[in-house]
């Protein structure tokens, strides 16, 4: 059985040692949606390696796959063919409460359509993967209020999602997925409801985690700005992988 001190993926990893391996590896990734005539594949055979500590811009046109790659790699949503391995671990093998610890514990999904509980607060929102664990000390809510002010929400804490714009939803949703400092963070879209001031909080906040303890980050975006701001971009097109490179963003400033 596992224990909160024990990382969730133990179990499953056995004694591989997990730091050596790559944070995301994908082999024939596949993804239809439908049957039949109706059938849609919006990823095709999607073979890509992601090193630990990347901050990576996933890029490509609206419809281009970018959300549905993400779902996969975050274990929101199942392939139809082809594997997903996170730390090593294949989620593919995995039963769906295996997924949901592993997404609870080990990684952070900012939705592009936020997914904030509409009965929780905006600092219960943030706190609910702690609640669930039965870990939320009085540590962890001063972090949390700590987050709070940092990204400019200090005063929306008790707010529940209806009383908050667009923006402040965005910007819970990201907390809620970096407060137990995941190692993989999967944000979709993140600054794509926000103006620029806001945009750059976002952004600052991603890339200062990266740089503090190392988080992967795979981040979808339209936003130049912020995909300047990565190591790598990825480019989608039609499901397919059409670019992708180690671009330094100091390579980048010098083109
Ligand atoms: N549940 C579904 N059923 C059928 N087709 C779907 C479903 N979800 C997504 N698609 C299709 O898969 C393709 C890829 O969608 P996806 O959401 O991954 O695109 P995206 O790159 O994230 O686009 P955007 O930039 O607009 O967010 C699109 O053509 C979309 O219509
Ligand atoms: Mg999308």
Redesign the pocket.
Known sequence: MMTNTMPSMTAETHSTDTAALPMVATANLTKT??SGPGA?T?LHEVSMTIPRGRFVALL??????????LNLLGAVDRPTSGSIRVAGTDLTQLSDAQLALIRRRRLGFVF?SFHLLPDLTAFDNIAVPWVLDRTLTGERRAEIHALLDRLGLADKARRYPDELSGGEQQRIALARAVIHRPELILA??PTGNLDAQSGRIILDLLVELHREYGATVVM?T?SSEAAERCDERIL?AD?RIVDSGGTTCGERADL
């Open positions: 949606y439908g849609f919006s490509g046109r609206s419809g281009s796959g970018k959300s549905t790659l592009q979709d879209e979808a339209h989608l499901g």
